[in-house]
T-cell receptor, first 114, second 119 residues
Framework: EPEVTQTPSHQVTQMGQEVILRCVPISNHLYFYWYRQILGQKVEFLVSFYNNEISEKSEIFDDQFSVERPDGSNFTLKIRSTKLEDSAMYFCASRGRGFNSPLHFGNGTRLTVT | AQKVTQAQTEISVVEKEDVTLDCVYE???????LFWYKQPPSGELVFLIR??????QNEISGRYSWNFQKSTSSFNFTITASQVVDSAVYFC????????????????FGGGTRLMVKP
């Protein structure tokens, strides 16, 4: 079964550094998402992306965050200047056509900011 | 605003016991979708079920069953004859049904219930 793949599985970075989290959504999917889960807490929506633009974003998704689909297959989340509180598991998700199709999540990237 | 509440933060059962995970939601939409996801210790989110607000029929899939009650805004999940491999955090989630090309389909998650099944 096709799946969403995320790389790397774990990234450690120093505060203030830029990080790029990478995702390859399922190939025929059209809608793409990033979610975040701080350790031990609930999964929170960050941003949705369709037709090469952001559809919706949460208050967490401030100017430090950006998303891009640079080549038609990858979907990236960039954090410009990481803070300690950005440490979390970041999940990419995608879904197909039809507003009721379920989200398929990747295995996540654990980001640790030191 | 949407809200999902999973009042049970942690449940511990012995293998072969049945267990029910509660989920209560709030939404002003008349059309919406409810989901359950499983997060095993390895960390990934595994889709279990989606239910739309017009379909109140209960569903059974093997040892899993779901009870959707619109009158009480609940979407409870029962595991029959639990197994150690069922140990995980289970999340209930809600999304609005939006039409149009920019349908965000944002999922609002509950806080999760950690299920521990002991041998």
């Amino acid at each position: 079964e096709p799946e969403v793949t995320q790389t790397p599985s774990h990234q450690v970075t120093q505060m203030g550094q830029e990080v790029i989290l990478r995702c390859v959504p399922i190939s025929n999917h059209l809608y793409f998402y990033w979610y975040r889960q701080i350790l031990g807490q609930k999964v929170e929506f960050l941003v949705s992306f369709y037709n090469n633009e952001i559809s919706e974003k949460s208050e967490i998704f401030d100017d430090q965050f950006s998303v891009e689909r640079p080549d038609g297959s990858n979907f990236t989340l960039k954090i410009r200047s990481t803070k300690l509180e950005d440490s979390a598991m970041y999940f990419c998700a995608s879904r197909g056509r039809g507003f009721n199709s379920p989200l398929h999540f990747g295995n996540g990237t654990r980001l640790t900011v030191t | 605003a949407q809200k999902v509440t999973q009042a049970q933060t942690e449940i511990s059962v012995v293998e072969k016991e049945d267990v029910t995970l509660d989920c209560v939601y709030e939404t002003r939409d008349t059309t919406y979708y409810l989901f359950w996801y499983k997060q095993p210790p390895s960390g990934e989110l595994v889709f279990l079920i989606r239910r739309n607000s017009f379909d109140e029929q209960n569903e059974i899939s093997g040892r899993y069953s779901w009870n959707f009650q619109k009158s009480t805004s609940s979407f409870n999940f029962t595991i029959t004859a639990s197994q150690v491999v069922d140990s995980a955090v289970y999340f209930c989630a809600l999304s609005e049904a939006r039409r149009g090309n920019n349908a965000g389909n944002m999922l609002t998650f509950g806080g999760g219930t950690r299920l521990m099944v002991k041998p």
